[in-house]
């Protein structure tokens, strides 16, 4: 089965700085690639996803990328805020499947 | 958007008692619900996958006897924790598939178990 591997565990910037979340994934036929944020005792809220058709999608601050070839993907947030601080979990949908296979998650910190 | 809406959000009961847990799509049909379970500070957890009007398939190491699901209809879910243990406290969150959307998940609000 797919096997989703998420760097780092926790990451801590000063508000303003640029965040890298970092995932790789092990079954070459994923095709779906969804990042959730996930406040304390909250539903996880889809914040962007990419399919292995593009490269690479960018919604305002936030940006994904993802390398088929080397079967990674990563999370960009630029000019992080407070209010970004939350935990922030890859998944990896696998063609014909209809399962997430879900990261372990980052807990992010943003200092002021 | 696609909303799913899941009860109750808290619930407490005593050792050895059932609780049930519903979740509904609320504008869409969910071809498919999923059952996660979420300890502090970890991953959400796939329990079992559920298709409308067939049996769920649960995830290695998951107790079908303990956990029972329901898919009864396109727009309704349950999962009832039988005979519930202290160790079975936990944060149980449920995701449907839009059936006319191969790439849309909508998680529930997520319902926060506690035995005692």
């Known amino acids: 089965g797919e096997n989703v591997e998420q760097h780092p565990s926790t990451l801590s910037v000063q508000e303003g700085d640029s965040a890298v979340i970092k995932c790789t994934y092990s079954?070459?036929?994923?095709?779906?690639f969804p990042w959730y944020k996930q406040e304390l005792g909250k539903r996880p809220q889809l914040i962007i996803d990419?399919?292995?058709?593009?490269g690479e999608k960018k919604d305002q601050r936030i940006a994904v990328t993802l390398n088929k070839t080397a079967k990674h993907f990563s999370l960009h947030i630029t000019e992080t805020q407070p209010e970004d601080s939350a935990v922030y979990f890859c998944?990896?949908?696998?063609?014909?499947?209809?399962?997430?296979?879900f990261g372990k998650g980052t807990m992010l910190l943003v200092s002021p | 958007g696609a909303v799913v809406s899941q009860h109750p959000s808290r619930v407490i009961c005593k050792s050895g008692t059932s609780v049930k847990i519903e979740c509904r799509s609320l504008?869409?049909?969910?071809?498919?619900m999923f059952w996660y379970r979420q300890f502090p500070k970890q991953s959400l957890m796939l329990m079992a996958t559920?298709?409308?009007?067939?049996?769920?398939?649960?995830e290695q190491g998951v107790e079908k006897d303990k956990f029972l699901i329901n898919h009864a209809s396109l727009t309704l879910s349950t999962l009832t924790v039988t005979s519930a243990h202290p160790e079975d406290s936990s944060f149980y969150i449920c995701?449907?598939?839009?059936?006319?959307?191969?790439?849309?998940?909508?998680f529930g609000s997520g319902t926060r178990l506690t035995v005692v």
């Open positions: 995701s449907a598939n839009d059936r006319g959307r191969d790439y849309g998940y909508t």
């Open positions: 559920s298709n409308e009007g067939s049996k769920a398939t649960y």
């Open positions: 990419i399919r292995s058709n593009v």
């Open positions: 079954d070459s036929a994923s095709n779906y």
């Open positions: 998944a990896a949908k696998a063609l014909g499947y209809s399962t997430l296979t």
């Open positions: 504008d869409f049909q969910a071809t498919t």
